[in-house]
């Protein structure tokens, strides 16, 4: 048992064991020691029994994969050296080997509705969309047991915590801002994963039926006390503009006529059947003055009787 754990502490002291390798900027471990003799005895029978089979075996020895896949090759457990394999045709030994293959083409996928509390204590429901994609085939087989549903559990968590800090205005005016922090939080988690995050957009926003209700009525109100203001606005414009009007008709008398005349023309225009005789003010105006004129008499005469 003492020399057994000896052996143990050795292989762990060794320099080479749990050595680092680096595959498009991701790191990996994978061991450097001897494989063992029984390794050493499958392998050459292996490649006996494919000499053997020749050239029946290459059936089993050759794989393809397409353009957009990797294939990452384990050799009798071990990861075997120089990374993915792959576009096109590889050669595996059939008894020790085994492949895994890795899908490199973008992926989407929704990220479940989060119930969220935001800053200024409102509840919000939020979707998102998440783009991804695989740079690093070794990586994503190694380090990580499903890098897929990973990567869709920490998007949950971090859009939880992103929206978290802001409020709800923040919340639906600033999605850009929202989206990059996400993508920046997201990539650096899963980098070591082997997996790029290329793009994080805000799918929808939902809000409590009340709150939506309380929304509308305060933009309603804000919209008919607008109305109302430049309503406002306009009638005092108007006023001025007639002011104005009245003043340059008082100076000029002629000034009356012609507007009688193009009231005529746009009436003449839309109603042909009516007659419209104009009957200066100013004639009334006589009358008027002539009825009171009479009263002050009469009231005179009667003054003067008493």
């Known amino acids: 048992m003492t020399r057994t754990m000896d052996c143990y502490e050795k292989q762990n002291n060794h320099p080479n064991h749990g050595a680092q390798l680096s595959d498009g900027g991701v790191s990996y471990k994978t061991s450097t020691d001897s494989p063992g003799l029984c390794a050493f005895i499958l392998t050459f029978i292996s490649y006996l029994l494919i000499v053997a089979t020749f050239p029946f075996s290459l059936c089993l020895c050759i794989k393809v994969v397409q353009e957009y896949e990797r294939a990452v090759i384990f050799r009798l457990g071990r990861l075997l050296k120089g990374g993915a394999k792959g576009p096109g045709i590889f050669f595996i030994v059939p008894c020790i080997d085994s492949y895994r293959k890795v899908d490199l083409r973008t992926v989407s996928f929704d990220v479940p509705p989060q119930e969220i509390l935001s800053l200024d204590s409102v509840p919000v429901s939020v979707e998102a969309v998440i783009y991804m994609r695989v740079r690093d085939a070794t990586a994503a087989e190694t380090n990580v047991e499903d890098y897929s549903h990973s990567t869709r559990l920490l998007a949950a968590t971090t859009l939880r915590n992103v929206l978290g800090t802001r409020n709800l205005a923040e919340i639906l005016s600033e999605r850009e801002s929202i989206s990059a922090t996400m993508q920046s939080s997201l990539d650096d988690a899963t980098d070591p994963w082997g997996v790029k995050v290329e793009r994080v957009e805000i799918k929808d926003v939902r809000l409590p039926v009340q709150l ?76 008027t003055q002539e009825g009171r004129s009479k009263k002050k008499t009469k009231k005179d005469l009667l003054s003067d009787d008493e």
Do not use: C, W
Request: aromatic content about 4%; glycine content about 2%; cysteine-free.
């Open 212 to 287: 939506q209700r309380a929304m509308a009525a305060e933009a309603e109100a804000a919209r008919e006390a607008r109305a109302k203001v430049i309503a406002a606005e306009g009638e005092q414009r108007a006023s001025k503009a007639l002011k104005e009007a009245a003043e340059v008709i008082n100076e000029s008398p002629a000034a009356l006529q012609l507007r009688y005349m193009q009231t005529l023309n746009a009436i003449s225009a839309e109603k042909n059947s009516t007659i419209i005789f104009p009957l200066p003010i100013d004639l009334l105006s006589h009358y």
